[in-house]
């Protein structure tokens, strides 16, 4: 383990007053057992920061109530578990499962439909604490950021660890979120290192301990091992990441190519991946799974028109306008169908969204029924100046854009049921 208890050897850091020793089970200062230490601890500057289970434990701030309840966050009974709490998780509930296993397996559990709007708006509160203590971070998702941490000591005068342990109480005091933090030479030893000792974790691995750590984890634990890599490698009598190491880098090149040669590297703790700032998505995506098996193409509409609307909300928060749109089918036999078009001119309008998602529905009727639908954008551009970019509309688009302005307006107000369109009404049985 690279979280040692015992402080005799090597330098700790009391999580709780932030006190610098050299021994003793618990801090010097405050008799805090919250120690972390390594011999590497005050040398190593990159981080991986790991909200804990961030979704629920919004969901638990916002309502006391649900405090030592199992919390599910995720859709309807057809739908998927986006995430869950850690008492749910003892029942064995995990994200990416079907709703329907996680309700049998923790019929207790709070299912709560996600809010990702409200979610984006704590997370940006998180981004802002962060960006405190370095300029340099890459935020990979609402809930996760790598931090390149030289020049923490010159700039703030203390070691990475330290300014890592203050960062993750503020955190907790100002947000009532716990965040488990990995502290290594690389993004891909640092993100192992917050996935040990969730939640409120604070883990180190130095070059020396690298190797033992990784060794009797799964392969599966490597980013980019989906299922088809997975039993590729299981039937080449891989299964953890020490396994990986009584192969040579060309046999594994000639088993998944250039993928192979990662792999090899990864196994002997190498990464070379620098952490690259402002790194934005490629897409943004929503999708909907039905209660019941979708065939009549207005219903099907009005489905697109509150995804259009909700994709449209969160290119607005984030100031891009998306050049295309890509509309997903999953049929009742579970065939997946992703069809794209590129709008004439980037917008992060509605009933633009809606308009072009309409026109790829319309040729893929045939498919029917349905029983999910989902909307990506992709292509993005920066959406600076508004009135710069209506120059290029023509009359007819000056006035909807015009329109969908006042409506922003007016929820903005009054909430976001303050006013709809008539197409958003459905009739489902």
């Known amino acids: 383990m690279p979280l040692l208890k015992n ?81 749910a998780r003892i029942s064995g509930v995990r994200s990416a499962m079907p709703i329907f296993k996680a309700k049998k397996l923790c019929p207790d559990a709070v299912i709560i439909a996600p809010r990702m709007t409200y979610y984006k708006k704590i997370s940006d509160s998180v981004k802002k ?120 880098k060309t046999h594994l090149t000639n088993l998944l190519g250039s993928f192979g040669e990662t792999l090899w590297f990864l196994s002997r703790g190498i990464d070379n991946r620098l952490v690259t700032s402002n790194k934005r998505a490629k897409s943004i995506s929503c999708e909907m799974t039905f209660q019941t098996n979708q065939i009549e193409f207005e219903n099907l509409k009005s489905f697109l028109w509150d995804l259009s609307e909700k994709l449209s909300s969160r290119l607005k928060v984030q100031s891009l306008e998306a050049g295309r749109i890509s509309l997903k089918l999953k049929t009742t036999s579970f065939k997946l169908l992703v069809k794209s078009i590129t709008l004439e001119y980037a917008s992060d309008s509605p009933e633009l969204i809606f308009q072009a998602s309409v026109s790829l529905l319309k040729k893929n009727m045939y498919n029917r029924p349905f029983r999910l639908i989902g909307l990506t954008a992709s292509l993005f551009s920066i959406s600076d100046n508004k009135s710069w970019n209506k120059n290029f509309f023509d009359k007819k688009d000056k006035q909807l854009l015009a329109t969908e302005e006042a409506i922003d307006e007016i929820r903005a107000k009054f909430g976001k049921n303050s006013i709809i369109k008539g197409r958003a009404i459905k009739n489902v049985d």
């Open 129 to 248: 604490i962060l960006l405190t203590i370095s300029p340099q971070i890459e935020f990979v998702s609402l809930d996760e950021a790598y931090i390149d941490l030289r020049g923490t000591f010159r700039l703030h005068g203390e070691a990475p660890a330290i300014k890592l342990a203050k960062i993750s109480k503020e955190i907790e005091s100002q947000l009532g979120l716990t965040i488990s933090i990995g502290l290594s030479y690389n993004k891909f030893l640092s993100k192992i290192g917050s996935e040990i000792e969730k939640p409120r974790g604070f883990s180190v691995i130095g070059q020396s301990d690298s190797k033992e750590i990784l060794k009797d984890k799964s392969i599966s634990t490597i980013l980019g091992i989906g299922k088809k890599t997975k039993l590729k490698l299981e039937s080449n009598g891989i299964n953890l990441i020490g396994d990986l190491l009584k192969y040579d």
């Open 7 to 87: 402080c005799m050897d090597y330098p700790c850091l009391c999580r709780d007053c932030f006190q610098i020793f050299k021994f003793g089970p618990r801090c010097s200062r405050c008799n805090s057992p919250r120690i972390v230490s390594h011999k590497n601890l005050l040398e190593l500057e990159i981080a991986h920061i790991d909200c804990d289970a961030f979704y629920a434990s919004i969901e638990k701030k916002e309502n006391p109530k649900l405090q030592n309840l199992p919390v599910i966050v995720g859709g309807n009974d057809r739908g998927v578990v986006t995430t869950c709490c850690y008492i």
